[in-house]
């Protein structure tokens, strides 16, 4: 008797059960942090440019 056995997908971020690799809840708050780093990087402007 041979089964086959499904393997539980999980998302890498939580570990909770999930078909994608990272689950819909962590996709989106790892956008939304981006957003905020890129923001904060725009803000302070050009930090490689200049005399040292």
């Known amino acids: 008797m041979e089964e086959k056995k499904e393997k539980k997908h999980v998302c890498t971020v939580c570990g909770k059960p999930s078909e994608a690799t990272i689950c819909h ?19 302070a402007g050009r930090t490689d440019t200049g005399r040292r």
Do not use: N, Q, T
């Open 25 to 43: 809840a962590c996709e989106e708050k790892i956008r939304g942090e981006a957003l905020e780093k890129k923001k904060e990087v725009e803000k």
